[in-house]
């Protein structure tokens, strides 16, 4: 049994052809072609793994080396030495479709259970570990930012200001993990009628918002919700997890070139709405609790969001998986149901 | 010629006069690379790649990048030789693991103490000469051409020049000079290598280079006018439109009219600036390979802005639409595209590239350079 190949010394790049023959008696590589006959005992010769059908070199002690593109020859006599499996466990996976098939099905579900579990999992611990030093810096540039490209300062009386500030100083009383929340106004510009929670613990309403709202009950719901999304600090583990993505992602794609990047892009955004959905129920949730422990009656709050969603134009809007809150309907019925005794 | 010169050319060498005899020319051969990677066979090592990389919670990555290079080097062939990636994945985990840790202490120490953030910025740009030569470094010495491996040099100044200075500069001269630090870029990576003793040269002049990125100036001007041209002709019906009314009052048509004009026009800006990248990195590659060459060997490039163009946009939307599944497909038509692309128009036989001492000694065995220098997965 010969095998073709080609040689190199390694001190030239001049070529030899030979032939390799394998001595299983006394476990032996020869080499003809050279003028001399070759030979070498196998366990000083290094030989390549396969990858694919690309050559396969055989390293020799003294620099030399023999490349052969016979992947089958030597897959061959290194199953009659013996040392078939070894090195050879990764090309037996990469060769058969049935393999990579299987290996495609597995990828899929791990980056299912990773983006599902293990990316907000891992923020959320790693949210909980942080310093509150370095959540109140990010905080104060988020609310820089608003300041400048949306939010306006507000108009709102003294009176009004200090009736909602009373209140939601009640609402912590009840939600001591809520403490460091502080309640800040703003007038709403472009953004309208909304409520904001930064990482800092800042929480923005603005005056659009009250002014929507019909009574105290429908406000401490609102207000409630927003102290979830401090509680479970929201807004750090959305950054958090978008982080994570984004190293996946990398890891993933990791040689290809930039182009690539604009195409994982958009499996991101959908990743990202669907976390951002999650805590918007969690946040709900939160406010949930709160008012049924409070005894004040749900119906409230599934008003105040029906009446901000009337004020969103029908036509406009994002598709749903691209959506950073939850269904409307989907919410208020959550909170119609739970009014029932 | 005139007679006079006819004399002169038979009184030197020849002793009997007449035409003087020819020297022994070198043979003169253009050989073309080759790429015989394919999609199907390097699918499989991918899907393999991940899952293991996954599996793993990384590790397995250095094996892949192994696997990977193996399979595009080893499919890579040149006179009937193939390439050759002889790095060991161990030595490449290490550099990730390095890599990672170094990283994680960056941000730990920045987060507890931002004003380190410069300190840090300040060694990351003195370290990164220090990182590119060694990286360079290492993927030379594992890589080999019949046997006699590549070798990369480079002084710490020259490397901080190129991708320290150069850079900087660009930034300062709002890209004027970018176009030179793109020349000295890649006749610092071409001429920094060897085969073995014998190292590669790159002829000097950048005006060509400042030639090409010139033209694409004018294109990406061309393409822009086109698209004023665009919108002030579709565009001028919308003005009259939100003339007549606020936003509100518009009727549904004009809504999807407004977002398909957004679109279009956002897509023919990104078509535009695909192009004018592939127009560019065509002429300047071909350009690059044309002032390489090794042992008295040219390089010759044939790539081309259209089928550059074409490839690029469908790898991207192949990726898009398969959600990155395509991405192996798209690695190795680019793949072979450059290669089949490259030329080597030798001048005499291969074969008498000499291998430096190093290289020479200890293809199995382990070398204290091996252990010190580490892959930094660049």
């Known amino acids: 049994m010969a095998l073709e190949a080609d040689y190199w010394d390694g001190r030239t790049s001049a070529r030899h052809r030979v032939e390799l023959s394998w001595d299983p008696a006394a476990r032996r590589l020869h080499i003809q072609g050279l003028g001399t006959r070759l030979s070498y005992p196998l366990e000083a ?54 393999f990579a098939a299987v290996a495609l099905a597995l990828c899929v579900v791990v980056i299912w259970a990773v983006l599902s579990y293990g990316v ?83 929480v923005v309403v603005t005056d659009e918002l009250l002014a929507l709202a019909r009574n105290e009950e429908e406000l401490l719901g609102v207000l409630a919700h927003e102290l979830g999304h401090v509680v479970h600090r929201h807004s750090l583990r959305a950054l958090l997890e978008s982080a994570a993505l984004a190293t996946l992602v990398a890891a993933i794609t990791g040689d290809v070139s930039s182009l690539s990047g604009v195409a994982a892009t958009l499996p991101g955004l959908l990743v990202r709405a669907g976390y951002s959905r999650d805590m918007e129920r969690e946040a709900d949730g939160y406010a949930l609790d709160y008012l049924l422990e409070q005894g004040i009656a749900p119906q409230h709050y599934a008003a105040m969001l029906q009446r901000l969603a009337g004020r969103d134009d029908p036509r406009g809007g994002t598709p749903a998986v691209l959506a950073s809150h939850p269904p409307t309907p989907e919410r208020i019925a959550r909170f119609r149901e739970a009014a029932r005794p | ?165 150069l850079p900087l500069l660009s930034v300062l001269t709002l890209g004027l000079a970018y176009p030179y630090f793109d020349y000295r870029r890649r006749r610092f990576l071409m001429a920094q290598h060897r085969l073995g003793t014998t190292p590669f040269t790159f002829e000097p002049g950048v005006g060509a280079f400042y030639a090409i990125y010139l033209r694409a100036a004018l294109l990406l001007v061309l393409l822009a006018g086109l698209m004023v041209a665009v919108t002030l002709l579709a565009g001028g019906s919308m003005v009259a439109m939100l003339a007549a009314g606020s936003p509100e009052n518009l009727p549904p048509e004009s809504m999807i009219y407004l977002m398909a004009m957004n679109l279009g026009l956002g897509s023919l800006a990104a078509l535009g600036m695909l192009l004018v990248r592939a127009y560019v990195q065509a002429n300047v590659t071909n350009l690059a390979w044309a002032r390489t060459a090794c042992g008295g060997h040219r390089f010759g490039s044939a790539l081309s802005t259209g089928p550059l163009f074409w490839l690029y946009l469908s790898n991207m939307l192949g990726i898009l639409l398969s959600l990155g599944l395509l991405i192996p497909w798209a690695r190795i038509r680019m793949a072979r595209y450059r290669v089949e692309c490259l030329q080597l128009h030798t001048r005499g036989s291969l074969e008498s590239f000499v291998a430096t001492e190093q290289s020479r000694a200890g293809a199995t065995g382990e070398e204290l350079g091996d252990l010190l220098d580490i892959d930094l997965a660049v």
């Not at chain 1, 988020?142 to 507000?154: H, N």
């Not at chain 2, 990636?85 to 941000?107: F, K, N, S």
């Not at chain 2, 987060?111 to 030379?140: D, H, K, Q, S, Y």
Request: with cysteine; hydrophobic share 50%; aromatic share 8%.
């Open chain 1, 45 to 98: 010769v290094r030989i390549s793994s396969r990858v694919g059908s690309t050559p396969r070199l055989i390293q020799l002690p003294d620099g030399a080396c023999c490349e052969s593109a016979d992947n089958d020859g030597i897959d061959s006599l290194l199953a009659k030495a013996g040392t078939g499996l070894r090195g050879r466990l990764a090309h037996r996976l990469e060769s058969r479709l049935g």
């Open chain 1, 120 to 202: 907000p999992g891992l923020a959320a611990a790693v949210a909980r570990q942080l310093p509150t030093a370095v959540e109140d810096a990010i905080g104060q540039r988020s609310l820089a930012t608003l300041d400048r490209l949306f939010l306006v300062p507000s108009t709102l009386a003294v009176e009004e200001r200090t009736r909602v500030v009373s209140l939601f100083h009640a609402l912590q009383a009840q939600r001591p993990a809520a403490a460091r929340a502080q309640l800040l106004f703003r007038g709403g510009g472009a953004v309208g009628a909304n409520a904001l929670a930064l990482p800092a613990g800042q």
């Open chain 2, 1 to 165: 010629m005139g007679p006079s010169e006819f004399k002169n050319i038979a009184n030197v060498g020849d002793a009997q006069g007449g035409w003087p005899v020819p020297q022994d020319l070198p043979v003169q051969k253009t050989l073309d690379f080759r790429f015989q990677g394919r999609a199907g066979e390097f699918f499989k090592i991918w899907i393999v790649n991940v899952l293991l990389t996954l599996l793993t919670l990384g590790i397995y990555s250095a094996w892949a990048k192994v696997r990977t290079r193996r399979y595009f080097y080893g499919n890579t062939r040149l006179d009937d030789a193939a390439l050759a990636y002889l790095a060991d994945p161990l030595q490449i985990l290490e550099g990730r693991l390095i890599a990672l840790g170094a990283l994680v202490v960056y941000i730990v120490v920045t987060g507890l103490a931002p004003f380190m953030e410069p300190v840090f910025i300040l060694v990351l740009l003195g370290a990164v000469p220090w990182l590119v030569t060694r990286a360079m470094a290492f993927n030379a010495r594992n890589t080999a051409y019949r046997n006699v491996r590549l070798g990369f040099d480079a002084t710490y100044g020259e490397t901080l020049l190129v991708f320290v200075g």
